[in-house]
């Protein structure tokens, strides 16, 4: 059969250390947690083949499926193409109404060439920024029009942290302004201080819009620094073009969501009499106070506004033991990439074949194999392929907050994002599952996959608050991606750094982001089987995962459990 010459190799990589047993796999209770699946499991984790993964990933990123636009006709075929697949598996649906789709109400907020964006600093000649180029922006407030005309005032990172000892408003009252700021946080290599290198959640995007908001502001403006951000300004262009989607807004909301170019927050700064980088670099201490520029916004936004309806697709396992088959663990992948942008010269088809075609590959090919095994876990095991990723988790945490089964029963959700086709690895990133209970089991099972846990290679870069596992942690479930490390098979280290780094700059959130047929899914079976495993054994232990005691995400774990 075609695939089966490949699937022979990556098992004695990856399988040949792994145990299996007639019984059950063990609970949480002795100090080395037990990794043995049973003997059905352990037959059905041997039948995932990276040519199932290729063949997912080929069609999802097709020109056909015109790049999987949230709202778009190429979206709702790959949502279709999903729920079919898990039909065909035998799943049972867990959508609305007995089917496999979640309707999730959207807004799509397109910023119309009639907006007018200009900075009009103290002294000196208006900046009128061109669109693309020297800004993007959004009207939060999901209107066909808004005016904006208000002071701005640099508040730094934007962060009140009590918990960090650190707050960027020092009670200064910014209402009715906007609020220019810089993307990231306090740089510390102090792991007792917004947890040293690793970015926080203070130092998103959306909290810094989160945090404007419930400071009363009108609007803000991002800086954006290539470093800073880890991508460069064309992710945050092509990022921010065309249709961007939201959910339906309750209550008030930024007239004005933006990032602007470092060049143009420099000539602001030098047109308002001070010095960007003195500006960066006060803002470093915690003695800083929010600085006037005055300058003001003056902003007529214009925007398209189109109320529609994008889908997750939810398909459930039910769990072999009544006692605890109302608990689950939980698969997830965001299936949406960027669509057409009809406005882009040339090839302007967004494909996502490694975001995230490849996730959906490896959750398709999970789903199959835990469907085809002759024994069930004891707790169900829910497959969720959502939308609006791209958009800021938007699907994902639609589903948090309208789960098929309470979060507070929710063991685990494992995620999987940008698996890269890049051979055999011999490492797995697991980041933020030390923060979880689950980790010894973590652990042990990485060893018996013949794999090192590589710690974040970029945890500068904030990974852990990028993708959809994000928004069931945001709700209390333990969460975290699965991918793979730096180090393949027949490789140097640093070769699996530089295709990281090849992507990032000339692929990531691209066009040619493209399936090629030379593609290497070995490794992406592999994140697959290792998947697999730590979800059979969630779903056996004696007890629920939590978070670790103190984690943000602890409070939240126990809220949503009675």
Excluded at 117 to 140: H, I, R
Excluded at 152 to 164: D, Q, S, T
Excluded at 191 to 210: H, Q, S
Excluded at 511 to 527: I, K, N, T
Aim: hydrophobic share 40%; proline share 6%.
């Amino acid at each position: 059969m075609q695939g089966m010459a490949k699937i022979a190799p990556v098992c004695l990589l990856v399988c040949a250390g792994l145990l299996w047993a007639d019984g059950g796999a063990g609970g949480g209770g002795s100090k080395a947690p037990s990794v043995r699946l049973p003997g059905a499991a352990f037959a059905a984790l041997e039948t995932i083949n990276p040519e199932h993964i290729r063949w997912h990933v080929r069609y999802l990123s097709h020109d056909l499926l015109e790049g999987r636009g949230t709202g778009q006709r190429g979206g709702d075929l790959a949502a279709e193409y999903i729920a079919t697949q898990f039909a065909e598996y035998g799943l049972k649906p867990a959508g609305d109404h007995g089917t496999y789709m979640q309707r999730v109400p959207l807004v799509g907020i397109t910023t119309l060439p009639e907006t007018k964006f200009s900075l009009v600093p103290k002294q000196g000649e208006t900046m009128n920024l061109k669109p693309l180029d020297e800004y993007v922006a959004y009207d939060q407030t999901q209107q066909p029009e808004s005016d904006i005309d208000a002071e701005v005032v640099f508040v730094g990172y934007g962060i009140e942290a009590p918990e960090y000892n650190w707050d960027d408003y020092k009670g200064v009252d910014v209402r009715g302004k906007v609020l220019l700021m810089l993307v990231n946080e306090p740089p510390s290599d102090d792991l007792k201080f917004f947890k040293g290198k690793a970015l926080t959640y203070y130092g998103r995007w959306t909290y810094k819009y989160e945090e404007g908001l419930r400071k009363g502001a009108v609007g803000v403006l991002l800086i954006h620094q290539s470093q800073m951000a880890s991508y460069p300004w064309e992710v945050v262009r092509n990022s921010n073009s065309g249709e961007k989607s939201f959910l339906k807004v309750e209550g008030p909301a930024l007239k004005v969501a933006s990032w602007i170019h470092l060049d143009v927050a420099t000539r602001l700064a030098a047109a308002s009499g001070m010095n960007l980088d003195k500006m960066m670099t006060a803002a470093q201490s915690r003695d800083f106070r929010p600085v006037s520029l005055g300058a003001r916004l003056k902003a007529h936004m214009v925007s398209k506004v189109r109320n529609f309806e994008s889908n997750n697709v939810l398909a459930v396992l039910p769990g072999g033991d009544k006692h605890v088959s109302d608990e689950a663990v939980m698969f997830t992948a965001h299936y949406d990439h960027f669509g057409i942008r009809p406005d882009m010269p040339g090839d302007n088809i967004f494909n996502g074949a490694d975001d995230n075609a490849t996730g959906c590959g490896i959750l398709l090919e999970v789903a199959r194999a835990f469907a085809a095994s002759a024994a069930k876990p004891r707790r169900s095991v829910l497959f969720a392929a959502v939308t609006a990723e791209e958009q800021g988790l938007l699907g994902s945490e639609y589903l948090g907050k309208h789960p098929p089964f309470s979060t507070g029963k929710i063991s685990l959700d494992l995620n999987y994002d940008d698996v890269k086709p890049l051979g055999a690895p011999e490492e797995v990133q697991v980041a933020g599952a030390e923060r979880t209970t689950f980790y010894p089991v973590v652990e042990a099972m990485a060893k018996d996959f013949r794999l090192a846990i590589r710690p974040d290679a970029r945890p500068e870069a904030g990974h852990f608050y990028r993708s959809d596992h994000f928004s069931l942690a945001r709700v209390g479930v333990p969460s975290f991606s699965i991918n793979e490390g730096t180090k393949f098979k027949g490789h140097p280290d640093s070769w699996g750094v530089d295709q990281e780094r090849e992507y990032v700059e000339k692929h990531y959130h691209q066009p040619s982001d493209e399936y090629h047929p030379e593609m290497d899914f070995v490794g992406d079976a592999a994140m697959a089987r290792f998947g697999f495993a730590l979800g059979w054994e969630a779903a056996n232990l004696s007890k629920l995962i939590g978070w670790q005691k103190g984690d943000e995400f602890e409070a939240a774990r126990v809220k949503s459990q009675p």
